[in-house]
């Protein structure tokens, strides 16, 4: 089993990288990286070593860190300015100090506040940002233009924004057509584009299959499956034919065989319908993972306080609890809708953060290993498998 798997971590105080040793019984820990700046997500290209984190807010402003040598080194292309900029240029002394230095202008100030999701496929590489827009970028993330299409869709008067503000979150691309895409927005659904972004169609229709999620007032739950998906991603094999499509949602786990068209509830089973991350078998489409948790207004932490990871290896129709190695008693993390992942070694890997600032993994006989701890507020976890 090859042991070149690098976590990407992206926390409230920068990005961190995690590697094993060659035993892979214990990861060593680089960072914090990016300048300290919160990195809602990161994602990385193994094969050349280039690593694109996202993040930011209110006062850092909105940008891409990247580095072209596997972390070593870092460049920041800056879409937005935040409070930083202004503070700098009404207290130049007192900047020079702390050694902050003005900027230079960046193209979508007062437009956007952060980036919160990375997505990249056929040379082409994305961004998501607060408030939801979605940026394309041709060069590898030097520059960046807004998708108009998707920014000024028809329904965009009705979007309505979820507990962290009006994020799109997610970016979903099709790795064999770069016309096709799916970026999920919180609280507006799930978007699709077969067209290079030039036109996008709105996809939360539920199927004819019995809904199991509460009717909420100003929300049609008989039609649609609600508005405020958590997490989307695409099982591998899928093709135009019939892509299948898995998303954790504010009220439920939902299956799509025909690319978000139509969803069936696969809820059924789990001791919650809510929860933030899921994933995917990176060569088994209907091996998936969930982490539910108590519920919106009641804490958001393991039902019971007794942490598990829900299995299926069967998209939905049944699942299993995996509990061993994972706290049973007094446990009130939150896991967040980006903080889990698969990675593509033969004996797949599955790991998650915590808000707590741990990383669980998941061993090949179902058993998880905490393999950091300490970590800040982790907002994300992706791999790099060479």
Known sequence: MPNNVTLLIGTTKGLFLAAPDPSRETWGITGPLCGGWPINHAIGDPATGRIWAAGGGDWNGAGVWRSEDAGATWELSQLAHGQMQDWIAENPDEATAFGFEPAPPAPYTGEVTALWSLGRANGQLYAGAKPATLFESPDGGESWSRVDALTDHPSRPDWQPGGAGLILHTIVPDPDDAARLWVSISAAGTFATEDGGQSWTRRNRRSNAGATVPVEPGHDHGADVGTCVHNLVRAPGSGQAGDLLYQQNHHGVFRSRDGGRSWDDISAGLPSTFGFPIAVHPRDPERIWVLPLNGDSIGRYPPGASAAVWASADGGTTWQAERAGLPQSDCYFTVLR????????????????????????RSSDGVWDEIARHLPTILSVETMTA
């Open 338 to 361: 980006q903080a889990m992942a698969t990675d593509h070694a033969p004996e797949v890997g599955v790991y998650f953060g915590t808000n707590s600032g741990s990383v669980f993994r």
